[in-house]
């Protein structure tokens, strides 16, 4: 028979058993029910990849503001036919990134000044010199600018061939326009600052040969 001293053993052993039973039971009822804690800053967002498709709608989002830089010579500067290159406010061509055209260039190079797109020539303004050229003629054969004056003239083809203008002085290679059947454009350029007489003709091949010439007069 169990004495009264192994009967206490036994009987505390068994509730050390239950109390360990409780206490994991607890715990593991206590993880289960455990409140998430609230979120108090938001992920990054990425806008590619895959959280591209992520609906910013309800986020906070904060304006973005830029400044356009503004270059000091263009300011106040016009334009004589859209797409033309600026003439400043002290008379100058320059590019669109303010840089002085440099009429010494090659066509359509660096800082050349550029011929327009295609022009409606009846809707030029009445003051610009309005060439044309076709059929072996230049229409007028010649024009009149000021020595270091911002120039314009358009160039229309009047007949079913392409024809390409162009100074023979070297100091005006840049100034260069090619027009196809029907087609106008323009040019502006500041004038050479001597004065003179510069010929200019159509460089399409056999079109000089047949009198497609001119001159810009130079006072």
Known sequence: MLTHKKKLFI???ILIVVIAIIVIFGNQLKTKTKTPEPITT???ISTSGPDASVDLSNQELIPVTSTVAVIPILEGAKVVVPGANPITVD??????EGNITANEERPAEG???RQTGFLVKEDLP???TKLEVGSGDFTPLEFITKAGAPTSFSLS????ITHVF???DPILSAVAIMVGPGQTKAITFNAPEKRGVYTFRCDTSGHFEKGETGKMIVN
Do not use: R
């Open 11 to 13: 009987l505390i052993g």
């Open 42 to 44: 938001l992920p990054p």
């Open 91 to 96: 008379n100058k061509v320059v590019t669109p």
């Open 111 to 113: 800082n050349a000044p």
């Open 126 to 128: 009445p003051t610009l």
């Open 157 to 160: 083809s009047i007949d079913k």
């Open 166 to 168: 162009v100074f023979d």
